[in-house]
């Protein structure tokens, strides 16, 4: 299963305030024909059980790191939501990640924080340009609030580069697997 960096969709939410972004990403990848009626919450669910081992101890040191400057870690909501109850509905929190929006082909997640604000859009286009041939697609927007914001988003960028298509790919077999 091939992921590439694309460009933004257009069909995104957040495509309508493109312009206004700091920092943009699109990663896509293909799903099987049998992907045809997947649900967007499967989606949803799926973004917060495909990240890499390695990606998750990364964001554990992040949320030791960011506390120290007062920034939002997700740990208080842990507890509250498991994976396994989340309906992946507009207001629900998991993490950090906050349901922002949702149609029946799109999530947005994300955060607000004093530092910077993000969204992470989870689309599903159905037959994109071909024939039986779904795509999935994780893009990023980031708005920088201050210097904090762009300082801490030094580091993460690199990462963030590897991470979103590992997770991608994760979750296009997890999709796949439940077919």
């Known amino acids: 299963m091939k992921i590439k960096k694309t460009e933004f969709p257009e069909k995104s939410i957040l495509s309508q305030n493109k312009k206004d972004f700091d920092y943009t990403d699109s990663f896509e990848g293909e799903l099987g024909a049998g992907a045809q009626n997947i649900d967007i919450t499967e989606i949803g669910k799926a973004f917060f059980t495909s990240g890499p081992k390695w990606g998750k101890k990364m964001f554990a040191l992040r949320n030791k790191v960011v506390r120290l400057f007062g920034l939002k870690t997700g740990s208080k909501t842990e507890n509250k939501l498991t994976e396994q109850g989340f309906k992946c509905e507009v207001g629900e929190r998991l993490g950090i990640f906050k349901v922002f929006d949702k149609t029946n082909n799109e999530i ?72």
């Not at 999935?136 to 979103?164: D, E």
């Open 108 to 179: 947005i997640l994300g955060e607000d924080d004093k530092h910077l604000d993000f969204r992470v859009s989870l689309l599903f286009d159905k037959n994109k340009n071909e024939k039986d041939v779904n795509f999935l697609a994780i893009s990023t927007t980031v708005k920088f609030h201050n210097w904090l914001g762009i300082l801490y988003f030094l580091p993460v960028r690199p990462f963030h580069k590897l991470i979103v298509p590992a997770m991608l790919k994760n979750m296009i077999g997890q999709l796949e697997n439940k077919r």
